[in-house]
């Protein structure tokens, strides 16, 4: 049942005729033009490049409020999530809708270890590619092949949905332990019944025959902290794709399999991997944290800021904030010094202070700081960005499964301007060019 609320109705008076379309109102006191009856009533469609002002679904699964820097998780607060729940009660809260009792967290926690091994033959994928394969290439591939080896959600999406979402998160873990190895070069590890989530990443990770890891609950609780703060985001890019892709009715494996490749992208959740290349390319290069920022305002160049900037947010992400404190305790703990933190800040504070970035409300965003903490964690560089799609999955699958039950919803198709040619016939353009098509030969 739609929870919006019909408000009042605003006007449109065009070419002689006065049209009527109602505002709406959300939860939170949001508000929206619905124009469904635009196209049909008028002839008209929007153009709205980037869908900057589009609103495309009614959700209760999060809520961002970007001029006061308000995220919340099915009414929880993101500080608050962070500060006392696992990564696991998150996914479970964002899929359910509410946090899980002992005995629903402990089930749940079952069923990830139940489901965390790969088929063999999918193991064997990872020796195909070639050595310098991009993790992220390799994620998305790997996400769409379990539909292969796992069909069942293909025939009932919804009955077997903890299972489901249960293989999807504890298999992508996998999938991204054994893309580490194989870039490496080293033996991979198996999945262990006795970790929890985020320490059997580690181990996974980390273990090799010669070196006998054991996860340091600073850096487990870290991890699980940071995967939360990328656990949803709304209808953000990647997000849009899964949804676009499922709106098709295409399985959940491809829907989640497209919004990985979005995620890529350095715009997006591909941020966190530019960031930290950015700060290693200017101090080898010696560039000072002023002269990045100056780069960053010249309107000659392309170069952006990485880490700054959001689409929503006017004020500081409240995710950077707390990745932020994250970044200051994991280096902390391993009484790491490290020059790149310094650099991060002085940036953030000429960045901030700069009326550029002031004028335009750019602040710090999420991918600012979390890299950082990867970083000092031993992740490598190119892996930052499958980090994000791992914190990402609960809220990719969530989003989906509303859409699955949202009857409101259609196909996405949006419509465009054409601004090409008028209708022209081959002949009249081969008798105008002396080029000789090779049909005609
Ligand atoms: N550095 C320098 N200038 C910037 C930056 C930046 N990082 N971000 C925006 N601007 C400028 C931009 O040039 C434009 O200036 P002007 O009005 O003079 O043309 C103005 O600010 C508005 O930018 P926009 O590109 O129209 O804003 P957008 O909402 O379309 O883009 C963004 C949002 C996140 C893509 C953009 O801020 C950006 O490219 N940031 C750097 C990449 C990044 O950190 N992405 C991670 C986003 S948060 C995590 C996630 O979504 O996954």
């Known amino acids: 049942m739609s929870l919006v609320k ?126 310098h394969a991009h993790p992220m290439a390799m994620l998305s591939a790997m996400v769409v092949s379990l539909s292969t080896f796992y069909p069942e959600l293909e025939l009932d999406p919804t009955e077997a949905i903890d299972i489901t979402v249960a293989r999807l998160l504890s298999k992508l873990r996998t999938i991204a332990a054994f893309s580490y190895k194989k870039y490496m070069g080293h033996p991979i590890v198996y999945p262990r019944a006795d970790l929890r989530y985020c320490e059997n990443f580690l181990n996974m990770m980390f273990y090799t025959p010669v070196n006998d890891y054991a996860p340091d609950p600073v850096i487990t609780r870290a991890l699980n902290q940071l995967l939360i703060l990328h656990a949803d985001h709304e209808q953000n890019c990647s997000t849009t794709v899964v949804r676009g892709v499922g709106s098709s009715r295409a399985n959940l494996y491809a829907s989640i399999s497209a919004g990985v490749c979005a995620l890529w992208g350095p715009l997006h959740g591909g941020a966190n991997q530019q960031v930290v290349e950015m700060l290693e390319e200017a101090m080898k290069s010696g560039l000072s944290p002023r002269t990045l920022v100056e780069k960053a305002k010249d309107r000659n160049n392309n170069f952006r800021l990485y880490g700054f900037g959001h689409r929503v947010y006017k004020t500081y992400d409240p995710r950077a904030k707390v990745a932020k404190k994250i970044c200051k305790s994991v280096l902390n703990h391993l009484n790491h010094n490290d020059p790149f933190l310094e650099f991060a800040q002085e940036l953030e504070d000429i960045a901030l202070n700069d009326s550029f970035f002031q004028e335009r409300h750019l602040y710090p965003n999420v991918d600012f700081y979390t890299g950082l903490s990867y970083r000092a964690m031993g992740i490598p560089i190119n892996m930052f960005t499958v980090m994000f799609a791992i914190g990402r999955l609960p809220g990719w699958i969530a989003q989906w499964l509303e859409q699955h039950d949202d009857t409101a919803q259609r196909i996405v198709r949006p419509r465009q301007i054409y601004v090409g040619p008028e209708l022209r016939t081959v002949a009249d353009s081969l008798a105008s060019t002396p080029y000789t098509h090779p049909a005609t030969k």
């Open 6 to 131: 019909k408000i009042m109705n605003a006007r449109l008076n065009y070419d002689g005729h006065d049209y009527e379309f109602p505002i709406l109102e959300g939860t939170q006191g949001e508000r929206a033009l619905d124009i469904r009856t635009l196209r049909k009533n008028t002839g008209l469609v929007t153009f709205d490049p980037g869908m900057v002002n589009s609103g495309v679904c009614e959700s209760n699964i999060t809520f961002v409020d970007g001029d006061k820097g308000i995220l919340r998780y099915r009414g929880y607060d993101i500080a608050d999530l962070a500060e006392h729940c696992s990564f696991l009660e998150v996914a479970y809260l964002l899929v359910h809708g509410f946090l899980p009792t002992p005995a629903e967290y402990n089930a749940f926690s079952k069923l990830m270890n139940l489901h965390s091994l790969l088929h063999e033959n999918m193991r064997n994928f990872f020796n195909l590619y070639p050595d």
